[in-house]
């Protein structure tokens, strides 16, 4: 899994979001770290959308008609787990060969 699918899903994990959200969401928890952009974000959720990870939700009445709204699934929060899990395990590897500090 991508960092930015990674990150476009833990947005996804609170609540639903729409695209410029997701973006806003990421740049902020990253401390600007990671910056997508719409192109990237969109071709992401694409992919997303396609892998039943993500679903498209409708519009909320009187908002914005660019906007399109989307909600993590089931299959896409399992899959988020798993590759934290992953990244939980490399971690630990990191912190036993001292890449990382142990952990309190």
Do not use: C, N
């Not at 833990?10 to 729409?18: K, N």
């Not at 709204?69 to 630990?92: C, N």
């Amino acid at each position: 899994m991508s960092p930015q699918v990674f990150h476009i899903l833990l947005s996804l994990s609170d609540q639903d979001l729409h695209g410029y959200a997701i973006i806003a969401d990421i740049a902020q928890r990253t401390d600007g770290g990671v910056v997508l952009t719409a192109s990237t974000l969109y071709a992401a959720l694409k992919r997303l959308l396609d892998e039943e990870l993500v679903e498209e939700l409708e519009r909320p009445e009187g908002d914005d008609p660019r906007r399109r709204y989307y909600r993590i699934t089931r299959k896409g929060r399992a899959a988020g787990r798993e590759e934290a899990a992953r990244l939980d395990a490399l971690a630990r590897m990191a912190r036993d060969k001292r890449w990382l500090p142990k952990s309190r």
